[in-house]
C-alpha cells in the first residue's frame, strides 16, 4: 500500500492556474503508474490523466488536453498536476492514485488501489 498526500488546490479565477501536488510514500513509487482523477458535485468520477511508472507515456482526459500537464519527479516520489487556462467546468475534487500494480497502464478508476483525501479546486467564471 501507499500513502498519498495532495497539495495545491484552492480557488482561482478563469483562465487561471494551478499546480497541484501528490507526494507518495509507503512503497517504490517509480514503479507505479499514477493519475489524477477528478469528482465534480453530483458527476462519477473520471480520470483526468495518467502517467506511466516512467512518464514516458501520458494520457489525457480531451477536454483537459492542451491546457493540463502531468508530471513526475521519481527522485521525489511526488506526481504534479500543472493546470493551466483552467475553466469553470474544471471545478472538482482532485484526487490522486496509484495503479494497482506495477508496471502496468490503466485508466479506470477500479485500476487504482491507492488515493489521496483529495484538494478541492473552484475555478471562478
Known amino acids: 500500500q501507499v500513502q498519498l498526500v495532495e497539495s495545491g488546490g484552492g480557488l482561482v479565477q478563469a483562465g487561471g492556474s494551478l499546480r497541484l501536488s501528490c507526494a507518495a510514500s509507503g512503497r517504490t513509487f517509480s514503479s507505479y503508474a499514477m493519475g489524477w482523477f477528478r469528482q465534480a458535485p453530483g458527476k462519477e468520477r473520471e480520470s483526468v490523466v495518467i502517467?506511466?511508472?516512467?512518464?514516458?507515456?501520458?494520457v489525457y482526459l480531451d477536454s483537459v488536453k492542451g491546457r493540463f500537464t502531468i508530471s513526475r519527479d521519481n527522485a521525489k516520489n511526488t506526481v504534479y498536476l500543472q493546470m493551466n487556462s483552467l475553466k469553470p467546468e474544471d471545478t472538482a475534487v482532485y484526487y490522486c492514485?496509484?495503479?494497482?500494480?506495477?508496471?502496468?497502464?490503466?485508466?479506470?478508476?477500479?485500476?487504482?488501489?491507492?488515493w489521496g483525501q483529495g484538494t478541492q479546486v473552484t475555478v471562478s467564471s
Open positions: 492514485a496509484a495503479h494497482r500494480l506495477p508496471y502496468t497502464l490503466g485508466y479506470a478508476s477500479s485500476d487504482f488501489g491507492s
Open positions: 502517467i506511466s511508472w516512467s512518464g514516458g507515456n501520458t
